[in-house]
């Protein structure tokens, strides 16, 4: 009997599925909704959350694991060939109580059609004591497989899903926009009408991340760290 009512219950769409089981489904459930479309790039340009202007510097600040962490986020004056496209530099610093811990240079454009920010790939140095110490989550488009991401999207929409790295087995991050009418009180100011942006990645499914960006701004949220200073760098 309770062979025949498993079989029964299964062909009804029914069976009730184990939790474990239940969380990898939903965890495989996630899917890719933003299609980009076919067009050409620019490496300097700006969309209403993302600005790609060489000199253009955030600094965002707080706590991570018990340590004052900043990050400096700098458009450089420099580009990067990747598969055949001029990309921008944005470099990306961040100390751990005043010690190195990352350096990455990140490679972006933005789409002339959809104004999507393109993601590349990225080059990471991750020091210890002072010293390289790997290069882990480094990847680039054409590289074992790897394709670019959408960083962020030109016209926010909320409910729209995309990857921002595609490098398999590497770097997988996704995006997905929550809401655009958020507002976020920082030490760098107080901004309304910012966009929620949840990242998830299937290489470390229970890791969720929320970030914030504030039109004509960029980022000003990202998990502890909270923005206290944005403009052109001199």
């Not at 595609?166 to 100011?189: F, L, Y």
Request: net charge negative.
């Amino acid at each position: 009997m309770k062979t025949k009512f498993i079989v029964v219950f299964a062909l009804m769409g029914l069976f009730v599925a184990s939790p474990s089981f239940a969380k990898d489904k939903a965890a495989d459930s996630w899917s890719e909704t933003l299609v980009s479309p076919e067009e050409t790039f620019t490496n300097i340009g700006r969309n209403p959350c993302f600005i790609l202007e060489p000199g253009y510097q955030l600094v965002l600040a707080g706590t991570e694991e018990g340590k004052k962490t900043e990050v400096t986020i700098t458009v450089l004056n420099e580009t990067q060939d990747i598969a055949g496209v001029t990309t921008r530099v944005i470099e990306e610093r961040e100390t751990a109580d005043g010690k190195l811990v990352e350096v990455s240079r990140n490679y972006y454009v933005i789409g002339t059609k959809s104004h999507h920010a393109y993601y590349f790939g990225e080059d990471v140095d991750m020091y210890k004591d002072g010293k390289v110490a790997s290069h882990e989550g480094t990847w680039r488009e054409g590289k074992d497989g790897a394709k670019h991401g959408v960083m962020i999207s030109g016209e926010m929409k909320a409910g729209e899903r995309y990857y921002q790295e595609k490098a398999p087995g590497i770097a997988q991050d996704r995006g997905e926009n929550i809401s655009a009418n958020q507002n976020v009180k920082t030490p760098g100011g107080t901004f309304k009408d910012c966009v929620k942006v949840k990242e998830t990645t299937p290489l470390e499914p229970d890791n969720v991340e929320t970030k914030f960006y504030a039109p004509g701004i960029g980022l000003v949220s990202d998990g502890n760290l909270k923005l206290i200073k944005h403009g052109f760098a001199k």
